[in-house]
């Protein structure tokens, strides 16, 4: 058998192993062993076990990522999300349907914390969909504005898929951070404008509140979540001037949270403890994932896979708008059966070399790749984010109730994803400033 069909049996066997619900970081794992092994011989794989997965561990900018895992943990156990929603509770309440619209922007605001979509719905869940609740809000409405705004932490740096993205399509993740700055901004405004218009037409979906609110009132509710504003700007600032790279910033921000949660007294032995133990959970995890999919890049690249499927990519897909459908096609797909990071890894050694083929811009695509995973955690049967908001509510909302939710924001996302594949400039417009 010639290599490059051992390298397209691989594909097809991964297929077979992930349908079987082989976990994803052992099925890349054990197909690239078994292909190399096949095609260029057991010393040869084996060599390369001995040297890849520590490379890639060994990554400069993979260091970021468990420093900014540990600051959105920080963030999740000082109890930063409960203050945000109260904050934008008092200063929206006055809008149609308010409290979503606050749980809309606040939970955009814990995702600049945390950078991870599943860690935003599951927090924010439990603090706002309780209230909504209360307020009579109706339930899909009331979970599937968290379940979806939730997704926004892949998109508002930092963001740890746009870091895993960087690393293997080799571009900056600080231009990467910087890009997603607007779309994620236009999803939070976009989601914001849906939820007003569809509560100013139709009152009974989010009761009005009756609730005497000062302006005093309003900005003393700022003080207790400052440090969310001080973290964000002091990230950006030095992302923008150069001061800090993107993987510095991930220790950086993880200092600036912990030095000014201990100053407002919330930091304790028993929070960092916490902390330190989700972080080291959450990392190990994912690094098991990517070390198989490091692995399985190699496989396909020695077999001239890659380069066959890039060859093929050119003929079979045409122009930079047909790559852009196939590859939303494909990780919609994926996104209704595996979880974000697993479909990027997957992906990614197949995807970029038809995208580099074609000469697109990876900084753009790697927006749209992002936007894409976002999209596939509302999708069934599995949209990660909408069983994570289930598992916070349990019996109190109907699992179809809560993807019923998410259908209207669904159709928010097909008009944000139109305007970041027909108006790059979305996307590029802040990268393109740094040259």
Known sequence: MADIEIGFAGIGLLLVLLAFRVPIGFS?????????????????????????????AAHWSFSAIPMFILMGCIAQHTRLASELFHAARLWLISVPGGLAVAANFSCAGFAA??????????????????????????????????????????MIPPSITFIIY????????????????????????????????????????????????????????????????ILIASLLTGFAFGIIT??????F?????????????????????KSLLDTLVSTT???????????????????????????????????QLSAVIFAMVIFLILGMFLDP??????????????????????????VLVVKFIEIGLLTPPVGMNVYAIKNVVGDTIKLGTIFKGTVWFLGCEVIVVALLIFVPIISLFIPNLYG
């Open 166 to 229: 960087g690393i293997f399509a080799e571009v900056s993740v600080t231009k990467l951070f910087m890009a997603g700055i607007l779309p994620g901004l236009l999803t939070v405004g976009v989601y914001t404008f849906m939820i007003v218009t569809r509560c100013w037409l139709n009152p009974s979906l989010a009761p009005r509140i009756e609730l005497d609110v000062t302006w005093s009132m309003r900005f003393k509710s700022i003080m207790p979540i400052w440090p969310i504003f």
């Open 285 to 319: 995890s994912l690094l098991w994932i990517a070390v198989g999919a490091i692995m399985f890049t190699r496989f396909l690249a020695i077999t001239g896979t890659t380069e066959a499927i890039s060859d093929l990519a050119t003929i079979w897909v045409g122009g």
């Open 113 to 154: 914390a945390s950078g991870s979509s599943l860690a935003t719905a599951a927090t924010m869940g439990r603090i706002t969909i309780p209230e909504m609740l209360n307020a009579k809000y109706e339930k899909g409405l009331a979970s599937g504005v968290v379940a979806s705004a939730g997704t926004v932490g892949n």
């Open 341 to 366: 990071l697993g479909i990027l890894l997957l992906t990614l050694p197949i995807m970029l070399p038809i995208f580099r083929g074609l000469e697109m811009n990876l900084i753009w695509t790697g």
């Open 28 to 56: 890349l794992f054990g197909v690239a062993v078994i292909g190399l092994s096949l095609a260029k011989g057991p010393d040869v794989a084996i060599s390369l076990v001995q040297i890849e997965p520590f490379h890639f």
């Open 253 to 273: 921000g993880a200092m600036v949270i912990f030095i000014i949660t201990s100053l407002q007294g919330r930091m304790s032995v028993d929070v960092f403890k």
């Open 246 to 251: 993107a993987t510095e910033g991930g220790a």
